[in-house]
């Protein structure tokens, strides 16, 4: 199997990180759809990239004002000359509007309920519900993303990306405060108009192989579609009774393309801890209560390990925290190479365009 080389950028230079693939059909298949990603030069997405890391230069106030813009610019666009009401979000948002603060009471545990810098779920969620009514799905975009110009695809595509984000910093600056070993920080590594393959039954039975097991530097296909999955609905909506309006958000992975995701958290796997094993017995009854089948690949419930992050030889360490403190002074990907193609991205995320 091939190398992919992943260049960061920072003030003080750059580093390289090595992803070794693994051997299995799919991971085969991505390093291909990769390989003609590089080949095509489609610009590589910067704003919604290094997640979960407490100290990113990408702050909630930052997010808040990015998520406002893009706001701004939809509410402002002349639907009317395509035919179309216009579309106006009433909210706006600041550090306040879509988190708690430190004057709830802070648990004695990481009990995963107390309201201490958590996120407010319903706030994310009404932003994340713009986002779908704007944008549709792949297979059925919505009339506002097909009549929208490239700049207010772009704004729409911001709700989703930037909600997530939010989201995922909240939780780690929470966990960071409060038991800093389970801050799970990630890497989401996605382009712009990227083509998107079909998942084939071999492709599938990655998932049920692996379930929710990650590990650190772990390199897991992207989801390369619009939707939640079941666990998202499950963990984020208090385990809700299935009901047509639900159903319709739940969309099961169908492809797979280039991009890909690390882990850059503590390893997290089944028999390893108690409460994650409660949790996802807990879910297992939840699916078979809704009429879901927990061993029905089609539901591609989980991670699917296409490759792995040589740690010590990119690093220097293994030491999970260690490469969190390398990895936020470095929080730009300038170049991507595999099998000798190397893509310069040669813009950062504070970038208009980024």
């Keep these: ?26 991971a085969h298949d991505w390093l291909n759809a990769l390989e003609e990603i590089l080949q095509s030069g489609i610009p590589l997405d910067k704003n919604f990239c290094f997640l979960g890391f407490p100290n990113t230069p990408r702050t909630l106030e930052y997010l808040c004002n990015q998520l406002n813009q893009s706001i701004h610019e ?7 000359k395509h035919g179309l009401e216009s579309y106006v979000v009433e909210e706006w948002f600041t550090p306040d509007v879509v988190r708690f603060g430190e004057e709830y009471p802070r648990p004695k545990e990481f009990d995963g309920i107390s309201l201490y810098l958590s996120p407010k779920h ?3 969620n009404r932003i994340h519900n713009h986002f779908e009514r704007l944008q549709g799905t792949v297979e059925m975009p919505s009339t506002y993303y097909l ?7 772009k704004c729409i595509g911001q709700l989703n990306t930037l909600c997530h984000e939010m989201e995922s910093l909240i939780l780690s600056q929470r966990k960071h405060k409060m038991l800093p070993q ?28 692996n379930g929710y097991n990650r590990v650190f530097g772990g390199v897991y296909l ?9 666990f998202e609905v499950f963990r984020d909506e208090n385990s809700p009774d299935m009901d047509n309006t639900i159903c319709e958000a739940i969309n099961h992975l169908k492809y797979y393309s280039g991009e890909f995701d690390i882990e850059w958290g503590y390893d997290l796997i ?9 949790q996802l017995t807990k879910f297992h009854a939840w699916l078979d209560n809704n009429n879901f089948n927990v061993e029905d690949e089609n539901l591609c419930l989980g991670y699917a390990p296409i490759g792995q992050v040589e740690i010590l030889k990119s690093f220097g360490t293994t030491n999970p925290e260690t490469v969190w403190e390398i990895l936020q002074q470095h929080m730009d990907i300038c170049a991507i190479e595999l099998r000798g193609i190397k893509r310069t991205y040669d813009y950062t995320w504070r970038d208009q365009d980024a």
Excluded at 270 to 278: A, L, N, T
Aim: hydrophobic fraction near 35%; charged fraction near 20%; proline fraction near 3%.
């Design 1 to 26: 199997m091939h190398d992919v080389i992943v260049t960061l950028q920072g003030d003080h230079g750059n580093i390289d990180y090595t992803i070794t693939a693994h051997d299995n059909a799919l």
């Design 74 to 80: 939809i509410n402002i666009y002349d639907w009317s």
């Design 122 to 124: 319903d706030v994310l």
């Design 147 to 153: 009549h929208g110009n490239s700049h207010i695809r």
């Design 182 to 209: 389970w801050t799970r920080p990630s890497q989401i590594t996605s382009f712009a108009r990227d083509p998107r393959n079909q998942l084939r039954s071999e492709h599938k039975k990655l998932f049920l192989q």
């Design 222 to 230: 992207h989801w390369a579609q619009i939707g939640k999955t079941l």
């Design 270 to 278: 089944k028999g390893q801890y108690p409460w994650h094993d409660d």
